[in-house]
């Protein structure tokens, strides 16, 4: 079946410091990509996605790139802010068939001043 | 354009009560999943719901139940409450058939069962 696994965390890191959260996969077909961001006591909103190989995702200073070789979808940011602060999962939606999505097991980003 | 809105935000119910959650999907979306949140935890995947129909169903008792209306919202039940069933509940929209789809959640509902 599908799988994502993530970085453990918490990732604690300075503001300004440059951000990798690895994510890799396991999935039949070519299932779509995707990041999610949820901040305390919050719900998830969508942070960027990646529908096919070598495809690079990007939104608010983050990207990711699809990488069918190595089957991963790391997130990255050049310059994370105090407001970056919140958990991240990596998901996968399976390609044809039914919309379901897996979550990884999301890593906590703290960002302190 | 309202996203995926759900009700009631927060509740609390005692073990061995029902609690029925409800999910208006995306304008123009046709099809809801449910997704169980425990703290500290991925969301995993309840059922799926397409044209009035569970089409698939994650590894969850049939405690847990749903239903969709013509108008495509939904509802999730859940019966016979238990503490480990103290969670937030996403509802997921999209439209199917369409390839790289994204899909939209709404902001969750927290159950607590005491």
């Known amino acids: 079946g599908n799988s994502v696994t993530q970085m453990e965390g918490p990732v604690t890191l300075s503001e300004e410091a440059f951000l990798t959260i690895n994510c890799t996969y396991t999935?039949?077909?070519?299932?779509?990509l995707f990041w999610y961001v949820q901040y305390p006591g919050e719900g998830l909103q969508l942070l960027l996605k990646a529908t096919k190989a070598d495809d690079k995702g990007s939104n608010k200073g983050f990207e990711a790139t699809y990488r069918k070789e190595t089957t991963s979808f790391h997130l990255e940011k050049g310059s994370v802010q105090v407001s970056d602060s919140a958990v991240y999962f990596c998901a996968l939606l399976n390609s044809g068939g039914y919309q379901k999505v897996t979550f990884g097991t999301g890593t906590k980003l703290q960002v302190i001043p | 354009d309202a996203g995926v809105t759900q009700s009631p935000t927060h509740l609390i119910k005692t073990r061995g009560q029902q609690v029925t959650l409800r999910c208006s999907p995306k304008s123009g979306h046709d099809t809801v999943s449910w997704y169980q949140q425990a703290l500290g935890q991925g969301p995993q995947f309840i059922f799926q719901y397409y044209e009035e129909e569970e089409r698939q169903r994650g590894n969850f008792p049939d405690r847990f139940s749903g239903h969709q209306f013509p108008n495509y919202s939904s509802e999730l039940n859940v019966n016979a409450l238990l503490l480990g069933d103290s969670a937030l509940y996403l509802c997921?929209?999209?439209?199917?058939?369409?390839?790289?789809?994204?899909?939209?959640f709404g902001e969750g509902s927290w159950l607590t069962v005491v």
């Open positions: 997921a929209s999209s439209l199917k058939g369409i390839s790289g789809n994204t899909i939209y």
């Open positions: 999935a039949t077909g070519y299932p779509s």
